[in-house]
C-alpha cells in the first residue's frame, strides 16, 4: 500500500525543539520530503532527505531517517509561533512510474508564546 | 523564485455547473499534477501530466474531470458537472525533476459546491 502515517497534532512552548514523526511504507523510496501548509496556503516543500542518508541538516531543521524502521522524523529547533502549520511528509514510492508524490496524514503543530 | 501560479483562488458555483480550475506551472517544467485536499482531509493526488498526455491517474479522477495544457503554458483542470462532494482545495504543482526537487505547488483554488 502507500500509506504515510503521522500524528494528527503536536503542541510545544515557543523556544522548545518539535519532533514530527512520520512512518512510511515503501522501502524503496528515493527521496523523502517534508512540506509546511500554513492556514489557507499552498505546500511549501521544507526540505527533504536522500535515503541512502541517515540525517540531514538544515538551519533549525533536522531530518532522520531510519530505513530498516521506514520512519522519518524531522526536528525544529528553538521553535517559533510562525511555525504553526500543518507538516506534511511525503514520498514518491519507486513504482510510481512517473513520479506520484504521496502525502502523510500531516501533523498540525501548534506553538504557544 | 519561480512560483506555480493558480487561478482563481476561490471558486463558489453551484452543483452541476462546469467550472475551469487554471495553473501556470513553472516554465522550464516537464511534470505537472493536481492534488486536491478536502477540509481536514489528507492531500490526494489526483493526476499526473507529462509529455502532453496524461501520465497516471487516480480513481478519484472519473470522466468527470479532464486536463489540457493548452498552449504550453497553462495547465487547467475542467469538472464538468460539479457534485458536493468535489468541494476541497485543488493544488497544481510542476516539477523539472521529481525524485530530484520535489514539486513546487500553487497556492492552490478553493472551490466550494453549493
Known amino acids: 500500500g502507500e500509506d504515510v502515517e503521522q500524528s494528527l497534532f503536536l503542541s510545544v512552548r515557543e523556544g522548545d525543539s518539535s519532533v514530527i514523526n512520520c512512518t512510511y511504507t515503501d522501502s524503496s523510496s528515493t527521496y523523502l520530503y517534508w512540506y509546511k501548509q500554513e492556514p489557507g496556503a499552498g505546500l511549501q516543500l521544507l526540505t527533504y532527505i536522500f535515503s541512502n542518508m541517515d540525517m540531514k541538516q538544515d538551519q533549525r531543521l533536522t531530518v532522520l531517517l531510519n530505513k530498516k524502521d521506514k520512519h522519518l522524523s524531522l526536528r525544529i529547533a528553538d521553535t517559533q509561533t510562525g511555525d504553526s502549520a500543518i507538516y506534511f511528509c511525503a514520498e514518491i514510492p519507486m513504482n510510481t512510474g512517473f513520479q506520484k508524490l504521496v502525502f502523510g496524514t500531516g501533523t498540525r503543530l501548534l506553538v504557544s508564546p | ?114
Open chain 2, 1 to 114: 523564485e519561480p512560483e506555480v501560479t493558480q487561478t482563481p483562488s476561490h471558486q463558489v458555483t453551484q452543483m452541476g455547473q462546469e467550472v475551469i480550475l487554471r495553473c501556470v506551472p513553472i516554465s522550464n517544467h516537464l511534470y505537472f499534477y493536481w492534488y486536491r485536499q478536502i477540509l481536514g482531509q489528507k492531500v490526494e493526488f489526483l493526476v499526473s501530466f507529462y509529455n502532453n498526455e496524461i501520465s497516471e491517474k487516480s480513481e478519484i479522477f472519473d470522466d468527470q474531470f479532464s486536463v489540457e495544457r493548452p498552449d504550453g503554458s497553462n495547465f487547467t483542470l475542467k469538472i464538468r458537472s460539479t457534485k458536493l462532494e468535489d468541494s476541497a482545495m485543488y493544488f497544481c504543482a510542476s516539477s523539472e525533476a521529481p525524485r530530484n526537487y520535489g514539486y513546487t505547488f500553487g497556492s492552490g483554488t478553493r472551490l466550494t459546491v453549493v
